[in-house]
């Protein structure tokens, strides 16, 4: 059922996210010149004085692993370990999607969109700290990615709002049905699985 409130809220909500999209992509702009750093197909390139200021800032690996405390150290393992459930699951999603999304005619989505690995290329950081934002990075843009392919199999399969709200849901659970709300759910399910185009990337 439809409630024009919330409708406004929400479109309301919309346009100001385009504005801090526009805000974001304006501060991007400004580090850009004040790092002095442009992109060349897709990579990072500094100005060459730059390079070398950043690499005079870096920590040596000797010194980094010197100074770094007993309790990261030994527990570097456990961090590392959750590796191979982070490829696991990288996997089994996309050949999950790739699959099943064909079945359902649920529009893919690009896992090239999710990625970003780039913060290797700093100078000033030691291969330590490089591997440590490669890592950081992939496992959080890997849950980025892995919440677009939940969603849209929640909003193909049971596009249902919970009773309770929860702590941080996925935008899409903005068109999700009302708790309760059967005659929507009966009438409205076919239409809402053909409706992805305001929710999200696609390919």
């Not at 913060?119 to 440590?132: C, Q, T, V, W």
Request: proline share 4%; glycine share 4%; aromatic share 12%.
């Amino acid at each position: 059922m439809a409630n024009p409130v919330l409708d406004d809220i929400l479109e309301r909500l919309r346009a100001t996210q385009r504005e801090l999209d526009q805000e974001l992509d304006r501060l991007v702009e400004e580090g850009r010149e004040r790092f002095r750093y442009s992109l060349r197909r897709g990579k990072v390139v500094f100005e060459r004085n730059m390079r070398s200021l950043h690499r005079q800032q870096r920590i040596s690996l000797w010194r980094y692993l010197r100074r770094a405390p007993l309790a990261y150290i030994l527990t570097a393992p456990l961090i590392y370990g959750v590796a191979l459930p982070m490829l696991i699951l990288d996997f089994s999603l996309t050949l999950y999607q790739q699959v099943c999304f064909r079945v359902y005619g649920i529009p893919r989505v690009r896992r090239a969109d999710f990625f970003v690995i780039d913060r290797h290329r700093l100078a000033y950081l030691n291969p330590i700290e490089k591997l440590n934002c490669v890592y950081c990075g992939y496992g959080n843009q890997l849950i980025e990615y892995a919440r677009e392919v939940a969603g849209r199999t929640e909003q193909y399969w049971c596009p249902i709002k919970h009773a309770q709200r929860t702590m941080d849901p996925h935008a899409r659970v903005q068109c999700f049905f009302g708790y309760g709300d059967a005659d929507a759910y009966r009438q409205e399910l076919k239409a809402l699985r053909r409706d992805w185009d305001a929710h999200g990337k696609d390919v």
